[in-house]
């Protein structure tokens, strides 16, 4: 008899429980992966996206850790193998912001911005790697953001780790490609959210001035990507950032 935990693959996607982690659970639910749904916080929107998942007819574990703290990373790996048997996908998503100008910021503002954002996914990659490394197969994929391409006032520490995700994508690309793992950045826009959504309308107004396709992103418009470098069809593609921002900053 198959042990459908190993016939399937698994994607474990990190701040999963809301916004753009969720959308990105269900598009690689309904692409055929299980999904590890992790959260930082909140575990009851964690497990209604388990459900989404589960309807779906994939199968969901939810798994809550504290990314700030750099070691847990590790160990939310280790109890996603030992939970599905395997660990195919890791999306590095989780983030936090704690905005202001760089003149006052405290250092608690930028450390803890650059644990979650950064640290966080090279200790959930190192510890990913090792197993893909065993199956000599595997896809990282780091979100990142515009603003670590182009920068953005008011934001150093969150620029920072997002700038400094771009560069460990390019770094284990070069690292792992030879053991068959793809490692890629994906750099949302401005994607209609919560945040979005409180700003007024000539705040709104100014920033889709400098959209090309003159409209904010849906999550859903991150999800494909994500769920496309996480298929067979992207085997050829490690090392890149790509842009989902709607020509916001072409590169």
């Known amino acids: 008899m198959t ?4 016939a399937r693959r698994t994607a474990l996607v990190t701040g999963s429980s809301r916004g753009l982690g969720r959308a990105m659970a269900l598009s690689l639910a309904q692409s055929g992966f299980d999904v590890a749904v992790h959260y930082g916080r909140n575990a009851a929107e964690a497990e209604k996206v388990a459900g989404e998942i589960r309807s779906l007819g994939a199968r969901a574990e939810v798994f809550g850790a504290d990314l700030s703290q750099s070691a847990n990373a590790g160990a939310l790996v280790e109890d996603v193998i030992k939970a599905f048997g395997n660990l195919h996908v890791l999306v590095n998503n989780a983030g936090i912001t704690r905005d202001t ?8 503002d930028w450390q803890s911005v650059i644990d979650t954002n950064l640290t966080s996914a090279f200790h959930a990659s190192r510890a990913a790697i090792k197993s893909m490394m065993r199956a000599r197969t595997g896809r990282i994929i780091n979100i990142a953001s ?9 934001q150093a520490n969150y620029v920072a780790s997002k700038a400094g995700l771009i560069g460990l994508t390019k770094a284990l690309a070069k690292e792992y490609g030879g053991r068959g793992i793809t490692v890629n950045a994906v750099a949302p826009g401005f994607i209609e959210s919560d945040m979005t959504g409180a700003l007024s309308d000539e705040i709104q107004k100014a920033y889709l001035a400098g959209i090309p396709l003159g409209r904010f992103g849906q999550p859903e418009d991150v999800a494909s990507v994500v769920t496309f470098l996480a298929s067979d069809a992207a085997g050829y593609i ?5 842009g989902v921002d709607g020509g916001l900053y072409p590169h």
């Open 3 to 6: 042990d459908t935990n190993q």
């Open 238 to 242: 490690t090392g890149q950032v790509i």
């Open 146 to 154: 515009v603003v670590g391409l182009m920068g953005n006032p008011g």
């Open 101 to 108: 100008l760089a003149i006052r910021m405290k250092d608690e």
